[in-house]
T-cell receptor, first 114, second 112 residues
Framework: NAGVTQTPKFRILKIGQSMTLQCTQDMNHNYMYWYRQDPGMGLKLIYYSVGAGITDKGEVPNGYNVSRSTTEDFPLRLELAAPSQTSVYFC?????????????FGEGSWLTVV | GDSVTQMEGPVTLSEEAFLTINCTYTATGYPSLFWYVQYPGEGLQLLLKATKADDKGSNKGFEATYRKETTSFHLEKGSVQVSDSAVYFCALLNTGGFKTIFGAGTRLFVKA
């Protein structure tokens, strides 16, 4: 059981470039999330989705976009990369969060913008 | 809005020492409370949880009790090991919500 899979694991981008972080889960979870984790800081929610075709902004959405065309996939797009987007990105999913269910995290994607 | 505050790290302990990591929360209603652990180079994984007041979550020798009167969910372990070195995150999910709120994380170093 693969769980939540993120790619790539590491990436260096130049300022102004664009890229997509891929996330897929095989647990049939409706809820999916993208977080960023800056050094020594907690997790900040970028975007989330409550089901296929539905997405919404989190705390720090500027500079990012998402889509959710299928239940399994939730890619995060960075447009015009900036040094402030250097961070570790985590994708996560869960089934029924309202029941206190566990959130499953991917292993993270380390992004450096130079 | 809802928030989680946990003690700043890093916390450095010798093997077999007693561990406490404090966590307090602010929330309306009756949230579920969680501790997640992040080992170096990995994503977060659930350590334990409690979904109502006075519940005790426990796993791998770690415990935390949901105290509504003090709005706290402190993490404890009686005897830490080097392998417990990690970052620990306290988190809450409010009733009917679907966005988990995370604390800033507390890094634990355990020396042999």
């Amino acid at each position: 059981n693969a769980g939540v899979t993120q790619t790539p694991k590491f990436r260096i981008l130049k300022i102004g470039q664009s890229m997509t972080l891929q996330c897929t889960q095989d647990m049939n979870h409706n809820y999916m999330y993208w977080y960023r984790q800056d050094p020594g800081m907690g997790l900040k929610l970028i975007y989330y989705s409550v089901g296929a075709g539905i997405t919404d902004k989190g705390e720090v959405p500027n500079g990012y976009n998402v889509s959710r065309s299928t239940t399994e996939d939730f890619p995060l797009r960075l447009e015009l990369a900036a040094p402030s987007q250097t961070s570790v990105y985590f994708c996560a999913s869960t089934s029924v969060p309202q029941s206190g269910n566990t959130i499953y995290f991917g292993e993270g994607s380390w992004l450096t913008v130079v | 809005g809802d928030s989680v505050t946990q003690m700043e790290g890093p916390v450095t302990l010798s093997e077999e020492a007693f561990l406490t990591i404090n966590c307090t929360y602010t929330a309306t209603g009756y949230p579920s409370l969680f501790w997640y652990v992040q080992y170096p180079g990995e994503g977060l994984q659930l350590l334990l949880k409690a979904t109502k007041a006075d519940d005790k979550g426990s796993n791998k020798g770690f415990e935390a009790t949901y105290r509504k009167e003090t709005t706290s969910f402190h993490l404890e372990k009686g005897s830490v090991q080097v392998s417990d070195s990690a970052v620990y995150f306290c988190a809450l999910l409010n009733t009917g919500g679907f966005k988990t709120i995370f604390g800033a994380g507390t890094r634990l170093f355990v020396k042999a």
